[in-house]
Nanobody
Framework: QVQLVESGGGLVQPGGSLRLSCEAS????????MGWYRQAPGKERELVAG???????NYSDSVKGRFTISRDNAKNTVYLQMNILKPEDTAVYYC????????WGQGTQVTVSS
């Protein structure tokens, strides 16, 4: 049974930093893509950042230069380093992993507020 366990969310002041982690267990097939989406209240879920097995990355325009995605293939873990956080980054962040199918984590709340 595949499980994605996320950690690292919380409350932070504007300008602060957080690091999200997502560990995938029970994966049998090779992981082709790992990424983070987010969903704010009243908005659609959007891609924040993604990374391929080979290490190619992509980011939404709203987080470029502030967020960095990385992965540890040996640990089936993906990270999202979030710096210079803004109130508009407040959302539930979801980890996603793609093998032959897509899997989702349960989500972790990130709140940026003074």
């Amino acid at each position: 049974q595949v499980q994605l366990v996320e950690s690292g969310g919380g409350l932070v002041q504007p300008g602060g930093s957080l690091r999200l982690s997502c560990e995938a267990s029970g994966i049998i097939f090779s992981i082709n893509f790992m990424g983070w989406y987010r969903q704010a209240p009243g908005k659609e879920r959007e891609l924040v950042a993604g990374i391929t097995k080979g290490g190619s990355t992509n980011y939404s325009d709203s987080v470029k230069g502030r967020f960095t995605i990385s992965r540890d293939n040996a640990k089936n873990t993906v990270y999202l380093q979030m710096n210079i956080l803004k109130p508009e980054d407040t959302a539930v962040y979801y980890c996603t992993v793609v093998t032959r199918v897509r899997y989702w984590g349960q989500g972790t709340q990130v709140t940026v507020s003074s």
